[in-house]
């Protein structure tokens, strides 16, 4: 089973997505992760992380 969030703006993408995800963490699942392309970079930024969101958004902030 997989949650999926997304979003197409101006606004700073990370947090929304964060935030969107730990809505879904009810569910129960045992990783995350989130993919942003930034118009400043010519690559994807790829974070991913095991247990629960607050991995993730800890690896975010690094």
Same mark, same amino acid.
């Given at each position: 089973m +997989? &949650? #999926?969030v997304g979003y197409i703006g !101006? /606004?700073?993408v990370a947090? *929304? *997505?964060l935030e969107g995800l730990q /809505? *879904?963490?009810?569910r129960g699942y045992d990783s %995350? &992760? #989130? @993919?942003?392309n930034s118009p !400043? %970079?010519?690559t994807l930024k @790829? @974070? !991913?992380a095991k247990g629960r969101v607050r991995e993730l958004v800890s /690896? +975010? *902030?690094v």
């Open positions: +997989c &949650g #999926i !101006k /606004r700073d947090p *929304l *997505l /809505r *879904l963490e009810y %995350a &992760g #989130i @993919v942003v !400043k %970079a010519s @790829v @974070v !991913k /690896r +975010c *902030l």
